[in-house]
């Protein structure tokens, strides 16, 4: 738009910006025919301010000599042309106009000071000066800085020009050049202005879009922030970030609830340590320097700490991890906290628990039974078909075992599953382990291969370690294939038994190493498989290492086998 900064630059040119919105009036946004942010009030505005300054002139020689005012006729006629210009920026509709249409009234403004020059004589010879206002007003336009110029030159050219070429003497070239001075700096004044209007015009549009991708990064901003409380309050997971200060900077909506579980009645605001977070036990509170808020918010990085929260039916029971936050200088500036409701989870664990002692209760009595009349009739054996006797033995052997399954099961279910660790031959112990699989081994085509020491004395409690080895031994026959080997071997160095136990069967699947020794586990491919099992060897042989002090591991790869290692620590 030709007059997007003109009104403004005219006003400062002349020093007369009140003056202007005087000229036209009250405010823009006041009167209709000058809304704000119209090219009408830009114009107007623009005329306004030369308007003004006509007027303090005509003020001016009305006081000093009111008689010369309609001396000479040329000056009336320029007072007349200025106000029709000034009402003819009114009356345009220059929204409908090109925007280079506007340019049309500086141009005439020249022809109006130059009428006002010729008329005002020696009275007031430097009123010529006034063309500065539509030199400025040009030269602020969006128009290149050499038309500007060219246009300025033209106008001011004839404002010096015209009395002479329309007057009745003949000049000579001396009066041509000598008022040359005036074109020459209005020329370069509005050289000047175009310049300095284009560079600032330059200016506001980077600040324009500078803002305007303020604006886009805001509103981007609100909507991530948004869309981040949204899954923060969609997740099932408590969520809290911390300040170094320990000062809550993020709580979701499922940690306020738990929050609010977690505070003492009648209080809804309180601190760390009059919050209600006890131990696994559900009864001893947790110290507030020991609690995990206060553990993160010193810069500890842990995983599922269990803690209870609030009191009552109502109380629930979280697994609480924190990480740590560090700025690129490693310094510590917060923590993420996360709080799993674990609740459903115990309490099903501890149902399953309970039932499963009830039943392993509810099978004492019935095989007490069995074995009573098992050994009743076994004491007639005299009297009995050899057959009969062999079958009776191995009903009884079975029934010996499932007791011994029974009492380990109640055992480790009431946490009084215990070891006698003695003086003991391991090496003996394996061979009876491999003597006692030889036969389920021969019948699925596996080969068996003791490759422990026949005498290797160590401390362990012979009885539950052989019970683990047969576990051990049990799994690989079952889990091999025809043609396959199992290798037993054991070694005794550093003060550690080692005992192992390898395989060439089907293997275990990466993602399911870590649960072979939780109570029932059964991979997916032995459950369609025609391999019986209830999964609870492995907890059983996991539960006899854990008691000597040691540690069990299981490395494996499918299709390829499998190894268990057993390592006891002796005593030095």
């Not at 025919?33 to 020689?61: E, F, N």
């Not at 499922?254 to 209080?267: F, M, T, Y």
Request: proline letters at 6%; glycine letters at 10%; aromatic letters at 4%.
């Amino acid at each position: 738009m030709a007059t997007d900064t003109a009104a403004e630059t005219a006003r400062t040119a002349a020093g007369t910006g009140s003056a202007g919105r005087a000229a036209g009036g009250p405010r823009g946004s006041e009167v209709p025919l000058l809304r704000r942010g119209d090219r009408r009030r830009k114009v107007v505005l623009s005329q306004g301010a030369l308007s003004i300054v006509v007027v303090l002139v005509v003020a001016v020689l009305w006081l000093l000599d009111p008689d010369s005012l309609f001396a000479d006729p040329l000056f009336p006629a320029g007072i007349l042309l200025e106000a029709g210009l000034l009402l003819l920026c009114f009356v345009v509709p220059w929204q409908r106009l090109p925007a280079s249409a506007a340019l049309a009234v500086p141009l005439l403004d020249f022809a109006a000071v130059g009428l006002l020059r010729a008329g005002a004589g020696d009275h007031l010879s430097g009123v010529g000066v006034l063309a500065a206002f539509p030199a400025a007003w040009i030269a602020a336009s969006r128009i290149p800085t050499a038309a500007a110029a060219a246009l300025t030159a033209g106008g001011s050219l004839c404002i010096v020009w015209g009395p002479l070429l329309f007057g009745d003497a003949r000049p000579g070239p001396a009066e041509f050049l000598g008022p040359f001075l005036l074109p020459v700096v209005l020329t370069g004044l509005a050289a000047f202005i175009s310049i300095l209007t284009t560079e600032r015009r330059a200016q506001q549009e980077a600040v324009s879009r500078s803002q305007a991708a303020l604006r886009r990064a805001a509103a981007e901003g609100v909507e991530r922030e948004r869309l981040l409380a949204t899954i923060l309050d969609t997740v099932g997971v408590g969520l809290v970030v911390v300040d170094r200060d320990g000062h809550d900077v993020l709580m979701n909506a499922r940690q306020r609830i738990s929050h609010g579980l977690a505070a003492p009645p009648g209080n809804d605001d309180p601190n760390e340590r009059q919050l209600l977070i006890f131990g696994p036990d559900r009864e001893t509170p947790i110290p507030a320097e020991e609690r995990p808020v206060r553990r993160a918010v010193q810069g500890e990085s842990f995983d599922d700490v269990q803690i209870w929260l609030g009191s009552g039916r109502a109380q629930q029971a979280v697994s609480v991890s924190a990480r740590a936050m560090t700025d690129d200088d490693g310094t510590f500036v917060g923590t993420v906290v996360s709080f799993t409701d674990i609740t459903s989870l115990l309490r099903a664990l501890h149902a399953k628990d309970d039932f499963l002692s009830n039943v392993s209760h509810e099978f004492r009595t019935p095989l007490t039974s069995v074995l009573g009349f098992l050994d009743l009739i076994l004491d007639r054996r005299d009297s009995l078909e050899p057959d009969v006797v062999r079958y009776l033995s191995v009903a009884r052997r079975n029934a010996l075992q499932l007791e011994a399954l029974v009492d380990d099961l109640l055992a480790i279910n009431a946490g009084t599953f215990r070891v006698r660790p003695v003086q003991c031959d391991v090496g003996e112990l394996i061979g009876a382990c491999i003597a006692s699989a030889q036969p389920a081994a021969d019948a699925a085509g596996v080969r068996l291969i003791n490759t422990a020491p026949a005498a290797l004395p160590a401390v362990a409690d012979p009885v539950r370690l052989g019970q683990a080895l047969d576990n051990l031994v049990s799994n690989a026959v079952k889990y091999n294939r025809r043609g396959g080997t199992i290798t037993v071997g054991a070694d005794l160095t550093d003060g550690l038994l080692r005992l192992g136990v390898e395989d060439t069967g089907i293997g275990i699947e990466a993602e399911e190493l870590s649960q072979v020794f939780d109570r029932f586990f059964r991979s997916p491919a032995v459950r369609v498989s025609t391999v019986q099992g209830v999964g609870l060897g492995l907890l059983i042989t996991k539960s006899i290492v854990t008691e000597h002090g040691g540690t069990i591991s299981a490395v494996s790869e499918p299709g390829q086998g499998s190894t268990f290692t057993m390592t006891l620590p002796q005593p030095s």
